[in-house]
């Protein structure tokens, strides 16, 4: 990670694009196609979310979980046709999802297999409200911590030629930490309880029938969604890590000033134009109130020049 973000004229345009104008990324997804004439009932039973009412056409997040009720994925699903749908999740998780999947369906007539699609992601105000889906695939609306846009998924999808500004992976991953939107492999692994996350909300049905793992998700939210972390932002008061770049922050442990017992581990770090300083990821005790101060400690015993931690505040998500 370039430690001088702060004064890199390409990044700022690129994220000004992405918070205020029409920006343009080919993000990094996998995509599992699931058909067949049971396709809908098995995913209905596997997914946490209720398919029953998707049209074709239509998408929604959902969750995959194991038996035990811990994550598999945070997923879309997406219908193509009425025995027909697509999954899709970070890359580097479409195996996971397709022997996940591939595990309970016994007898059921589906079959499950990659789909060679992309995903270009649009992002800000300048998103056309008369886009077209892409030949052949789906486009999905998206808004997650006042990040607003769609996503085209296909075989060849394309950005609006001559309007979308193409953004780098910097620009994207601040834009990213700022919202809070959890990634498969730093926020989320197969130890995540959804409501850490917050990914309750956005991807869970309470009313539809049961579903793998269902009994975790529903004894928590049943007792308050009390969990012992949650995932939360920081704002690093000292500024980058000196000579070392913000993602050097990663794993991290977390005090509260004046102790040195663990409250909590940094998952994502980048420098964040929105607040004008590193911003991070972090799951954090429940014990911890937001907001409040922090000290990050890596395991190099990375320190400011006054003390044994770089102190950061904090914060309940978005960032911005």
């Known amino acids: 990670m370039n430690d001088r973000l702060v004064d890199d004229p390409d990044f700022l345009d690129d994220y000004a694009a992405l918070r205020h104008g029409l920006a343009a990324y080919r993000r990094p997804r996998d995509v599992v196609s699931v058909t067949g004439p049971d396709a809908a009932g098995y995913l209905q039973g596997q997914c946490s979310q209720d398919l029953s009412g998707l049209a074709v056409g239509g998408m929604v997040d ?111 991953e601040a834009a990213r930490v700022e919202a809070g939107v959890p990634a498969m492999g730093r926020e989320l692994d197969g130890r995540t309880i959804a409501a850490e996350a917050g990914l309750v909300d956005r991807t869970v049905s309470f009313t539809k029938g049961c579903y793998t793992g269902q009994e975790l998700v529903a004894r928590i939210d049943s007792r308050g969604s009390r969990v012992p972390r949650r995932l939360c932002g920081l704002v690093v008061a000292d500024g980058e890590a000196p000579g070392t770049g913000a993602e050097r922050l990663v794993g991290a442990t977390l005090v509260v000033p004046g102790s040195d017992k663990p409250v909590g581990t940094v998952t994502s770090a980048t420098w964040c134009p929105g607040v004008g300083a590193v911003g991070a990821l972090a799951y954090l005790h429940r014990s911890v109130d937001l907001p409040g101060q922090v000290v990050v400690q890596t395991a190099g015993g990375l320190a400011t020049p006054a003390a044994g931690g770089l102190t950061a505040e904090a914060r309940p998500l978005p960032l911005v």
């Open 62 to 172: 959902a969750l995959v979980l194991e038996p035990d009720g811990k994550l598999t994925a945070l997923v879309r699903v997406g219908r193509v046709g009425d025995d027909a749908f697509v999954v899709d999740t970070d890359a580097g998780a479409g195996e996971l999802v397709a022997a996940r999947l591939g595990r309970f369906k016994l007898r059921s007539k589906v079959d499950i297999a990659p789909l060679p699609w992309a995903v270009v992601a649009l992002r800000g105000p300048g998103v056309p409200v008369d886009l077209p889906a892409p030949d052949g695939g789906l486009m999905a609306s998206f808004e997650w911590g006042g990040v607003t846009g769609v996503d085209l998924l296909g075989p060849d999808p394309v950005a609006p030629p001559d309007t979308a500004r193409e953004v780098g992976d910097a620009a994207w």
